[in-house]
């Protein structure tokens, strides 16, 4: 049994009928559930042609349902959730993101699956303010409630990704467990769920990577992660140096986690400027030389910020 996360450009219908497949991220102008279950289009333009990404456990068929408003996709000891807000409940982003969040939760609850160890969250106009507070940190606040009145504690926030997107409503989709996930903080930067006022009412609250062991196989799911030392933005307006940076910071990450060997299977870059995708290309195939790796266009949660990157990776046994 493995768990895989890949591109390929078979149409998306063939990929979901495959053994094992949870969800088919498909991107482009829509962010509204798709028209079969486990289709999950997130409104990101790919900067890498026309490929899907493909969430991917073991070999069985795989269970569907809605919950709700919460699409989902189960097999084995790992369910796959997906929650849409249309374009009027983007209006009231903090009130709509709670509501969202406890949705989520308590269909994961009630499935037994307790352990949401990678979340991504994808977002319209992230940098514009609305009623004199950010998209960005409305989310934020609206995250950080759901997670209070949910109880879960800094310790349990799960890695995640928050981007902005060049269309109309929202999406946040996770993949959770049955088994126990460890959370875990870069010594290089300041965790995300403490940083101060400056970045708004409510601090972000993920954490920085995840590791889980599915099916005797331990993976690391590293969170978005950018050009941040300390709480500070670095080499605000050079890409170069803030992929230098970010890079870096996943490199540290890594090693703080674990000394065992890590390969890394898939990466995801987002990128706020199209015209940016050759440099990137450059540098992080340098980086990552033969990975799977994905370019987005996307928003970047700080307006300094010009990329994001994440990874995820399994640890190789000796």
């Known amino acids: 049994m493995i768990f895989r996360q890949f591109h390929s450009d078979t149409p998306p219908d063939t990929l979901l009928e495959e053994p094992g497949t949870l969800a088919v991220i498909t991107f482009g102008s829509k962010c509204e559930p798709g028209k079969k279950l486990g289709i999950t289009p997130i409104g990101l333009e790919s900067l890498s042609g026309n490929c899907s990404e493909v969430i991917q456990y073991g070999e069985k068929p795989v269970n569907r349902g809605i919950n709700g408003r919460v699409h989902w996709s189960q097999t084995n000891d790992v369910l796959f959730t997906a929650i849409w807000l249309d374009q009027d409940a983007c209006g009231d982003m903090q009130q709509e993101v709670y509501q969202a969040y406890l949705d989520l939760f308590e269909m994961l609850h009630e499935a037994g699956y307790n352990t949401p160890f990678r979340m991504w969250n994808f977002i319209p106009k992230i940098n514009e303010e609305d009623r004199d507070l950010e998209i960005y940190k409305q989310f934020c606040s609206g995250r950080h409630d759901a997670f209070c009145k949910l109880g879960i504690t800094a310790d349990e926030f799960p890695s995640a990704s928050a981007l902005g997107h060049h269309t109309q409503g929202a999406v946040i989709y996770a993949l959770a467990s049955t088994n126990d996930a460890i959370h875990f903080e870069n010594p290089f930067q300041t965790s995300a769920y403490k940083y101060p006022k400056q970045y708004g009412p409510r601090s ?23 050009s941040i030392l300390g709480y500070e933005t670095r080499a605000a307006g050079l890409l170069h140096d803030q992929l230098t940076i970010t890079v870096d910071n996943i490199k540290r990450l890594l090693l703080s986690i674990t000394d065992d060997v890590k390969k890394l299977t898939t990466v995801r870059v987002y990128l706020r400027h199209a015209a940016d995708l050759a440099s990137a290309k450059s540098l992080i195939g340098e980086a990552y030389k033969d990975i799977d790796t994905h370019y987005l266009l996307a928003d970047i949660c700080r307006s300094d910020l010009l990329v994001e990157v994440e990874v995820t990776s399994k640890l190789i046994t000796q």
Request: no cysteine; aromatic share 8%; net charge neutral.
């Open 204 to 226: 972000p609250s993920f954490a920085r990577a995840s590791s889980i062991e599915l099916a005797s196989e331990k993976h690391i799911f590293v969170s978005g992660t950018s």
